[in-house]
Nanobody, 114 residues
Framework: VQLQASGGGLVQPGGSLSLSCVAS????????MGWHRQAPGKQRELVAV???????EYGDFVKGRFSISRDNAKNTVYLQMASLEPEDTAVYYC?????????WGQGTLVTVSS
């Protein structure tokens, strides 16, 4: 399974940004799709995850600012982020679970700064 994430970049505090991640490969059977992030000097943490049935879970820090969605026909997961804060600066990693195996994308950098 290969994951290609896109959409990172520089955004001002209070701004919005959208990420997307496309999964490709043979014999895909994706159950969960989601995002984690890792800030410099910190551990990787869950941002959001969505099951194939639509169940969602968010990190405590999200507080309603982010929304995860997915297009199963396109094997794509999206993350819409709003009200971004400098503390949201991190590398965001796409993650999927296929055939009970976890796969990670290469990461996309999100920088929140004025």
């Amino acid at each position: 399974v290969q994951l290609q994430a896109s959409g990172g970049g520089l955004v001002q505090p209070g701004g919005s940004l959208s990420l997307s991640c496309v999964a490709s490969g043979t014999r895909l059977s994706i159950s969960h799709m989601g995002w984690h992030r890792q800030a410099p000097g910190k551990q990787r943490e869950l941002v959001a995850v969505m099951s194939s049935g639509g169940y969602t879970e968010y990190g405590d820090f999200v507080k309603g600012r982010f929304s995860i969605s997915r297009d199963n026909a396109k094997n794509t997961v999206y993350l819409q982020m709003a009200s971004l804060e400098p503390e949201d600066t991190a590398v965001y990693y796409c993650n999927v679970l296929s055939h009970l195996k976890s796969y990670w994308g290469q990461g996309t950098l999100v920088t929140v700064s004025s």
